[in-house]
């Protein structure tokens, strides 16, 4: 079957010397593996690895093979050229970090076009924006609509926040957060994109990155804290 498609990176691993194994999230046909050859060449026939950097936004075409295994890319292009993620070195960062959190949550079967939507969109927000220190906590967020345990907030009056139920409660009980880490918390959840990015400081979104990674484990049976978590943590502590 041809398929044609919007597709975004999630990892690349290089295999051998010179070809690569590309994971992508695909609008039509979810998680797909394409095999590379020559990726990291300049020859006229090979596909530079400069297309697969993390979070790419792509169009590509191939075949679908459907036997289990590596797919091969017929066409690739760039969907949306980045005009400062690949440049800045905080976006490039959030692109890394972000990639691993979707390369551990979205599953196999998982081909929803509302998820490639906001992936698209929130992606495409980050290039154009300046003001994007909170983006990675936001987007943990929102993700969450798209994998199914997004926050229950009916009594977000209530003074904890349970992990483990995704409620909010008068208790402090099993897999309940602090007082404090529950205000940081409703803040986040109250906040937006377009607000002032300078609602929290850095301590404060460390906080906040480590409830939500914490959260991500409790609702995802196979999801690994991102090797990059230390490195953003850093980036943003300011």
Excluded at 78 to 99: E, V
Aim: charged residues 25%.
């Amino acid at each position: 079957m041809q398929v044609k498609t919007k597709a975004l990176v999630l990892s690349t691993l290089k295999y051998q010397d010179k070809s690569l194994i590309v994971k992508c999230y695909t609008q039509e046909m979810g998680i797909q593996s394409f095999f590379v050859r020559n990726a990291f060449t300049k020859s006229k026939s090979g596909l530079s690895i400069a297309y697969f950097q993390p979070l790419t936004l792509l169009e590509i075409g191939f075949e679908f093979k459907n036997k289990g295994g590596l797919e091969y890319f017929k066409e690739v292009r760039l969907s949306h050229p980045y005009q400062t993620i690949s440049y800045d070195f905080s976006k490039s960062n959030i692109a890394i970090f972000l990639s691993e959190i979707l390369s551990n949550s979205i599953r196999e079967e998982q081909i929803e076009e509302s998820l490639f939507m906001f992936l698209e969109t929130a992606l495409l927000w980050l290039d154009t924006h300046e003001s994007i220190a909170n983006f990675h906590l936001l987007f943990l967020v929102e993700l969450t609509k798209y994998l199914g345990f997004y926050p229950d907030c009916t009594g977000i009056e209530k003074d904890y926040f349970n992990c483990i139920d995704g409620r909010f409660s008068s208790y402090y009980d099993v897999g309940a957060i602090e007082k404090q880490e529950t205000i940081l918390f409703k803040r986040l959840l109250q906040h937006s994109f377009l607000k002032d990015q300078r609602i929290f400081n850095g301590k404060e979104r460390n906080v906040l990155v480590d409830l939500l990674m914490r959260y991500y484990e409790l609702h995802l049976s196979e999801f690994r804290k991102p090797k990059s978590l230390d490195v953003l943590k850093e980036v943003f502590l300011n």
